[in-house]
């Protein structure tokens, strides 16, 4: 039982270039998320998504982009990058059902810590 | 809707003190919440919740919080500090729906970090 995988750990981007961070759980959660975090400031969730097929926007999404076609993988998709992207991207799941709604707290992925210059 | 107010970004204490960590929310119902730590390079891990029942719950590592509806606090206390405990603490909380459960979103606050000299 892995919990959240998020690939790459690191990377540099280029202004302008696009690219793919990746979020898997092995859980069966239904809820997944994408949140970044900068020094200061919390986190800020981007996008999130109930189940498969279904994503909607949290607080800051403008210049990113997800998809959700099965429960394990819930990809973020940077295109364009600019350098106010530059931050530590954590995938967050959880489990929200009848029985068992909110209760859990969040399983967190290690991060992905984007550089963009 | 819900927001966290973490009060002192950073909090130093001596090895065997008393760890006291502030915070504050708003919510229209009696929330669910939560305290998560991050050490460096990782993600949040998840230290303890306030769902329902007793006030007062114990978490991980020997942290424990009390839920305070009068004042809308959430306080993260530890009896005697461990250099082990350097680390950077999130609260976050989670609104309670009409139907029971929690909605689909935390909301953190921005942070507290604990340094243990």
């Known amino acids: 039982n892995a919990g959240v995988t998020q690939t790459p750990k690191f990377r540099i981007l280029k202004i302008g270039q696009s690219m793919t961070l990746q979020c898997t759980q092995d859980m069966n959660h239904n809820y997944m998320y994408w949140y970044r975090q900068d020094p200061g400031m919390g986190l800020k969730l981007i996008y999130y998504?109930?189940?498969?097929?279904?994503?909607d926007k949290g607080e800051v999404p403008n210049g990113y982009n997800v998809s959700r076609s099965t429960t394990e993988d819930f990809p973020l998709r940077l295109e364009l990058a600019a350098p106010s992207q530059t931050s530590v991207y954590f995938c967050?799941?959880?489990?929200?059902?009848?029985?068992?709604?909110?209760?859990?707290?969040?399983?967190f992925g290690s991060g992905t810590r984007l550089t963009v210059v | 809707a819900q927001s966290v107010t973490q009060l002192g970004s950073h909090v130093s204490v001596s090895e065997g003190a008393l760890v006291l960590l502030r915070c504050n929310y708003s919510?229209?119902?009696?929330?669910?919440l939560f305290w998560y730590v991050q050490y460096p390079n990782q993600g949040l891990q998840l230290l303890l919740k306030?769902?329902?029942?007793?006030?007062l719950v114990k978490g991980i590592n020997g942290f424990e919080a009390e839920f305070k509806k009068s004042e809308t606090s959430f306080h993260l206390t530890k009896p005697s500090a461990h250099m082990s405990d350097a680390a950077e603490y999130f609260c976050a909380v989670s609104d309670v729906l009409r139907s029971g459960g929690s909605n689909d979103k935390l909301a953190f606050g921005k942070g507290t970090l604990l340094t243990v000299n």
């Open positions: 306030y769902t329902t029942g007793a006030t």
């Open positions: 967050a799941s959880n489990l929200l059902s009848g029985r068992h709604r909110g209760g859990y707290g969040y399983t």
């Open positions: 998504s109930v189940g498969a097929g279904i994503t």
């Open positions: 919510s229209s119902v009696p929330p669910y």
